[in-house]
């Protein structure tokens, strides 16, 4: 499958460690922050997202971090799986009443290790 | 979550020459968005479509290169006008779920000869 990581950063776990991916955001004034999940070949897919609210949100073996003061989001996956290997991107937005539109970060590369 | 599909899933054009996207939701939202997503890079707004108006476009993006046309509240197209090697891209479409979320089709991967 095509692979949309190749420029992009990497990070690399071993199988069975937690996995952290940080972003930072450039919007003061985001509303809604989204992790998302893109395998090769394969569209965004989404893992979970945490209101401007909150400083913290975890799902299935995934938690994501808020820091509002440093505009700075994190993504943890605890127990990484080789199912896990994808690029990974935040986005932020800004609710509007005419479409809520998304911007993405620039993405990280996850590679798991054997 | 919305089951959303596209067509085609990818193609090879030659340069000066036209393609349109198709994308089809299994059930009816108000509305679509169509990104863009260069080689190794992230994805970029093209364009929201919302059904039985006309499509708002992103700073860079214009209606004579990316016409979208959203006919009905499950579909939309997106043509991309006139090729050249830089719009060799995924162009993918999505659609918004029960919050702020979006959810995204697998994407069509085009290469520009």
């Known amino acids: 499958g095509e692979s949309v990581g190749l420029h992009l950063p990497t990070l690399s776990v071993q199988e069975g460690d937690n996995s952290i991916i940080n972003c930072a955001y450039s919007?003061?004034?985001?509303?809604?922050f989204i992790w998302y999940k893109q395998e090769s070949g394969k569209g965004p897919q989404f893992i979970i997202d945490?209101?401007?609210?909150?400083d913290k949100r975890q799902g299935q073996r995934v938690t994501v971090l808020l820091n509002k003061t440093v505009k700075h989001l994190s993504l943890q996956i605890a127990a990484t799986q080789p199912g896990d290997s994808a690029v990974y991107f935040c986005?932020?937005?800004?609710?509007?009443?005419?479409?809520?539109?998304?911007?993405f970060g620039t993405g990280t590369q996850l590679k798991v290790e054997l | 979550s919305a089951v959303i599909s596209q067509k085609p899933s990818r193609d090879i054009c030659q340069r000066g020459t036209s393609l349109t996207i198709q994308c089809q939701v299994d059930?009816?939202?108000?509305?679509m968005f169509w990104y863009r997503q260069q080689p190794g890079q992230s994805l970029t707004l093209i364009a929201t479509?919302?059904?039985?108006?006309?499509?708002?476009?992103e700073s860079g993006f214009v209606i004579d290169k990316f016409p979208i046309s959203r006919p009905n509240l499950t579909f939309s197209t997106l043509t991309v006008s006139n090729m050249s090697p830089e719009d060799s891209s995924i162009y993918l479409c999505?659609?918004?779920?029960?919050?702020?979320?979006?959810?995204f089709g697998p994407g069509t991967r085009l290469t520009v000869t």
């Open positions: 479509a919302n059904q039985g108006s006309e499509a708002t476009y």
């Open positions: 059930s009816q939202v108000t509305m």
């Open positions: 999505s659609v918004e779920g029960q919050g702020a979320e979006q959810y």
């Open positions: 945490i209101r401007s609210n909150m």
């Open positions: 986005a932020e937005i800004v609710l509007t009443g005419g479409g809520n539109k998304l911007t």
């Open positions: 919007n003061s004034a985001s509303d809604y």
